[in-house]
């Protein structure tokens, strides 16, 4: 398995332009995660899936933010409109129900708003 | 999920063992450890997790303390590559199936 797969892995914007960063995980896993690391803030949990279904998104930071899940092989995080505190590295994870707590994450996608 | 502590950073000389702490003094009886990795730029790795039993894997070896407050990962012969960010979790498993890092501890393997 290739494993969990993001992309872009970079991507400089503008503010206000909308962006969306995608992910891939590993096939047979039924739970996907969006994690945001930045200096300040450290390793923050988005929101996550469980049979393509979000099961809590109580770290959106806000309405500009939002993801999907429209199969069990894809998912994407969107960010409209963009600012400057949006600028973070992006972390997809996957993982099993199966053994739960060992998530497998992606090279992640470092975003750049200016 | 219970609380964790560890050291901010931590060196250890190249080929020596690297002992790296954790208090979760809080841990409830149905609570997992878990430890993750960071290498710069990439995003974390699983390493181990246990229960109460001590555990080995080709990676590392995970100590927990009689009375579960603390446990130590060991590094057998820490190498340059395992200069990274290590994170202690506590988690039960019927949480749903979520983690919540906390800041780590920085291991610098020095030659």
């Known amino acids: 398995d290739a494993g969990v797969i993001q992309s872009p892995r970079h991507e400089v914007t503008e503010m206000g332009q909308e962006v969306t960063l995608r992910c891939k995980p590993i096939s047979g896993h039924d739970y996907l995660f969006w994690y945001r690391q930045t200096m300040m803030r450290g390793l923050e949990l988005l929101i996550y899936?469980?049979?393509?279904?979000?099961?809590?998104d109580s770290g959106m930071p806000e309405d500009r933010f939002s993801a999907k899940m429209p199969n069990a092989s894809f998912s994407t995080l969107k960010i409209q409109p963009s600012e400057p505190r949006d600028s973070a590295v992006y972390f997809c994870?996957?993982?099993?129900?199966?053994?739960?707590?060992?998530?497998?994450f992606g090279s992640g996608t470092r975003l750049t708003v200016v | 999920d219970a609380k964790t502590t560890q050291p901010p950073s931590m060196d250890c000389a190249e080929g020596r063992a690297a002992n790296l702490p954790c208090n979760h003094s809080?841990?409830?009886?149905?609570?997992?450890v878990y430890w993750y990795r960071q290498i710069h730029s990439q995003g974390p790795q699983y390493i181990i997790h246990?229960?109460?039993n001590n555990e080995t894997n080709e990676m590392a070896s995970l100590i927990i303390t009689e009375d579960r407050k603390s446990s130590t990962l060991i590094l057998p012969h820490a190498t340059l590559r395992d200069t990274a960010v290590y994170y202690c979790?506590?988690?039960?498993?019927?949480?749903?199936?979520?983690?919540?890092f906390g800041g780590g501890t920085r291991l610098m393997v020095k030659p």
């Open positions: 809080t841990i409830s009886g149905n609570e997992y």
């Open positions: 246990g229960l109460k």
């Open positions: 994870a996957s993982s099993s129900g199966q053994a739960p707590g060992r998530h497998t």
């Open positions: 979790i506590v988690r039960a498993n019927n949480a749903g199936n979520m983690l919540t």
């Open positions: 899936f469980n049979n393509n279904v979000p099961i809590d």
